[in-house]
């Protein structure tokens, strides 16, 4: 019965336009390092689906979904959208992720990163992409008391493209550079958990035994290097003793998200990810 109620509020959560959130906060608010020259503005079109996807970003960004401060639990998501590196969907993968964590209780901020695939584009995966994912850790722990949140529980989730960038977060980090100047960049960009959704994985994943705990789902008719690349992760994780959990939804697809059409089964993953982030103590509101 639990679980059920989760998915009816995950599936309202994906009925709701962007509500109660804060405005946009830019990742380096004097210009990110390393931007391109006469790039065209932020571009965003809509699916016949009516989903909003982002391409152009120039300007990378987090939006907070920060609980009401009587129903914080002290933990704080960063969600990755996906969308091949060369756009982002903003909603299936962000906002409806974001609503339904704020609404329990979980401080959520969605980010907008720049894209390396895009046509044109100058950027890359693991060096421009993974530095605005570890600046917007970064600033989540800095502002940590603003948000009411405990910097010790500070995770990522990322979807397909973003799920590969979450996994970089989680094995590429460094603990801060306490010489800057900058407080932002003082701060480790290191998350304490990871959940992967149907993430395109790297050909050689950098694991040891001190990376985050992993919460990791897919579909059964994703993609091979997905659908059996993502046990073999699992298998990898846990030969470490990283605490990690897999599920695996039969019949289903690629690109599943929050959305108010998914079936039956794969609505439940956000309920799971509740009850796996319960079991590992994330959810304690004893800051």
């Given at each position: 019965?639990?679980?059920?109620?989760?998915?009816?509020?995950?599936?309202?959560a994906?009925?709701?336009?962007?509500?109660?959130?804060s405005?946009?906060?830019?990742?380096?608010?004097n210009?990110?390092?390393?931007?391109?020259?006469?790039?065209?503005?932020?571009?965003?079109?809509?699916?016949?689906?009516?989903?909003?996807?982002?391409?152009?970003?120039?300007?990378?960004?987090?939006?907070?979904?920060?609980?009401?401060?009587?129903?914080?639990?002290?933990?704080?998501?960063?969600?990755?959208?996906?969308?091949?590196?060369?756009?982002?969907?903003?909603?299936?993968?962000?906002?409806?992720?974001?609503?339904?964590?704020?609404?329990?209780?979980?401080?959520?901020?969605?980010?907008?990163?720049?894209?390396?695939?895009?046509?044109?584009?100058?950027?890359?995966?693991?060096?421009t992409?993974?530095?605005?994912t570890?600046?917007?850790i970064?600033?989540?722990?800095?502002?940590?008391?603003?948000?009411?949140?405990?910097?010790?529980?500070?995770?990522v989730?990322?979807?397909?493209a973003?799920?590969?960038?979450a996994?970089?977060?989680?094995?590429?980090?460094?603990?801060?550079?306490?010489?800057?100047?900058?407080?932002?960049?003082?701060?480790?960009?290191?998350?304490?958990?990871?959940?992967?959704?149907?993430?395109?994985l790297?050909?050689?994943?950098?694991?040891?035994?001190?990376?985050?705990?992993?919460?990791?789902?897919c579909?059964?008719l994703?993609?091979?290097?997905?659908?059996?690349?993502?046990?073999?992760?699992?298998?990898?994780l846990?030969?470490?003793?990283?605490p990690?959990?897999?599920?695996?939804?039969?019949?289903?697809?690629?690109g599943?998200?929050?959305?108010?059409?998914?079936?039956?089964?794969?609505?439940?993953?956000?309920?799971?990810?509740?009850?796996?982030m319960s079991?590992?103590?994330?959810?304690?509101?004893?800051?």
């Amino acid at each position: 019965m639990f679980q059920r109620l989760l998915c009816i509020s995950a599936l309202a959560a994906a009925g709701i336009a962007a509500q109660a959130q804060s405005s946009p906060i830019v990742l380096w608010p004097n210009g990110a390092p390393a931007m391109q020259p006469n790039s065209p503005p932020d571009a965003t079109r809509i699916t016949p689906d009516g989903e909003r996807v982002v391409t152009h970003i120039q300007q990378p960004s987090i939006t907070p979904y920060l609980p009401a401060p009587n129903s914080s639990t002290g933990a704080a998501v960063l969600i990755i959208p996906g969308g091949g590196h060369s756009e982002i969907w903003a909603e299936h993968e962000g906002t409806n992720i974001a609503a339904f964590l704020r609404d329990h209780g979980i401080a959520a901020f969605v980010l907008r990163y720049r894209l390396a695939r895009e046509k044109g584009s100058t950027y890359t995966v693991e060096e421009t992409e993974l530095g605005d994912t570890q600046r917007a850790i970064r600033l989540i722990r800095a502002r940590s008391r603003e948000w009411q949140v405990d910097p010790n529980r500070i995770g990522v989730i990322g979807f397909s493209a973003g799920g590969e960038l979450a996994e970089l977060a989680s094995s590429r980090y460094d603990n801060g550079n306490l010489s800057s100047t900058d407080p932002i960049d003082q701060a480790s960009s290191r998350p304490n958990f990871q959940a992967l959704l149907y993430p395109a994985l790297p050909k050689e994943p950098r694991l040891t035994a001190d990376i985050p705990p992993a919460f990791l789902a897919c579909g059964a008719l994703d993609r091979p290097d997905i659908s059996q690349g993502l046990p073999r992760f699992y298998l990898a994780l846990t030969a470490l003793h990283v605490p990690a959990e897999l599920h695996i939804f039969g019949g289903i697809g690629h690109g599943f998200g929050i959305r108010s059409a998914n079936p039956p089964g794969v609505r439940e993953w956000p309920a799971l990810f509740l009850a796996w982030m319960s079991r590992q103590g994330l959810l304690s509101n004893n800051r």
